[in-house]
């Protein structure tokens, strides 16, 4: 009697581990089904995993709930022990309990991206991360002082800090993260365009050589000029000569700009700020936006050249000058429309 009931709950066993082992590997949806996502809060228990992925699918969550234990199954299928990692993750109409498991315990979650473009300023940069959807802002009331001691960065100014990039991020991510890699990724960069730079460039900082790039990025409108502008500005330095550059003084401006209609004035020209390289000679205090890798390659790999000058051709390229005079002719012809 004993020996019958040992067989006939070992036979039970078996047939529900080979249910379980088939069933493991059937797409959680049917095929018409719309794709939709499930989300392991942190701390969740196998139960209330299995839970969550039976309210999402309609799947079984009893049959969920042994698998996601761990039990091994008969039939050679491998048993995934790790445990669950929290996340959202996308469940597809064709995707399998297994193959969800194998998404969880791997952390492959949904992925968003946020894109933070060369030459923005740090307040553009803000307000595209507090936009950020399904990013937890937690630095959206710190002041930028406070977000900079936030990420360990308490003796720099944000501006320039950052590298502009495509940054991906899983839901209900921290803000405070982004904004951690992406001040780790500018360092780095920052320091290898340093340490390769032209020996001949007369900069005694890293930092100088940021807020060189800087400048170089507001001011380049076509990417095969980058190199040259930076040219320029290296032999104004060399020489003493003032910058003249109109995105430093826009910087100056601050608002002002924006309610000037985007219009820089005679009077803006001559009024006196940190950052006016009309009334000051050399670079100003800092960084006047956030700076990509061919800017900072181009300030410290300057192009060699005689020029002095360039203007905009209107088209996106500039035109490059030695002299005052051959510098003039260029503005009455690109900007003043003479012949």
């Known amino acids: 009697m004993i020996r019958r009931l040992l067989s006939l709950a070992l036979l039970s066993i078996a047939l529900l581990a ?19 996502e499930v989300t392991i809060d942190a701390g969740s228990s196998s139960k209330g995993a299995a839970a969550s992925v039976a309210r999402a699918t309609g799947a079984s969550q009893w049959l969920l709930l042994a698998w996601f ?28 309990p297994y193959g969800l498991l194998r998404k969880m315990v791997s952390g492959d979650e949904i992925m968003l991206s946020l894109t933070i473009p060369e030459g923005w300023t ?42 502009p990039d495509t940054y991906a991020y899983a839901k209900n991510s921290t803000d405070l993260a ?10 780095k960069r920052l320091q290898a365009a340093w340490d390769g730079r032209s020996p001949t460039l007369p900069l005694s900082s890293a930092d100088q050589l940021l807020t060189l790039a800087s400048i170089v ?14 040219g320029v500005f290296i032999n104004r330095l060399k020489i003493g000569m003032l910058l003249q550059t109109d995105p430093t003084v826009i910087y100056g401006m601050g608002e002002r700009f924006a309610q000037q209609r985007n219009n820089i004035r005679k009077s803006d020209l ?15 205090p800092g960084p006047i936006a956030l700076v990509g890798k061919a800017a ?29 005079r051959e510098h003039n002719a260029a503005v009455n012809r690109w900007m003043r429309g003479a012949k």
Do not use: C
């Open 18 to 36: 080979g249910v379980v082992a088939w069933w493991v590997n059937q797409p959680l949806m049917p095929a018409s089904a719309v794709a939709t």
């Open 178 to 187: 982004i904004y951690k890699q992406a001040a780790s990724v500018l360092e």
């Open 270 to 284: 001559q009024r006196d700020t940190p950052y006016n390289t009309y009334t000051r000679a050399g670079l100003p």
């Open 69 to 96: 234990r761990g039990a091994s199954f008969v039939g050679g299928l491998p048993s995934v022990r790790k445990p669950i990692r929290a996340g959202t993750y996308a469940i597809e109409p064709h995707l399998t």
């Open 122 to 163: 740090f307040a553009q940069m803000r307000a595209a991360m507090n936009r950020a959807p399904h990013l937890k802002h937690t630095t959206a009331n710190l002041s930028d002082a406070q977000l900079m001691a936030a990420i360990g960065k308490s003796d720099l100014r944000p501006e320039g800090r950052f590298f």
């Open 296 to 324: 900072l390659d181009a300030a410290a790999h300057p192009k060699p050249t005689q020029a002095l000058y360039f203007v905009a051709r209107g088209d996106g390229s500039s035109h490059f000058s030695a002299t005052l």
């Open 217 to 230: 990025e507001k001011e380049t409108g076509k990417p095969s000029d980058r190199a040259e502008i930076a």
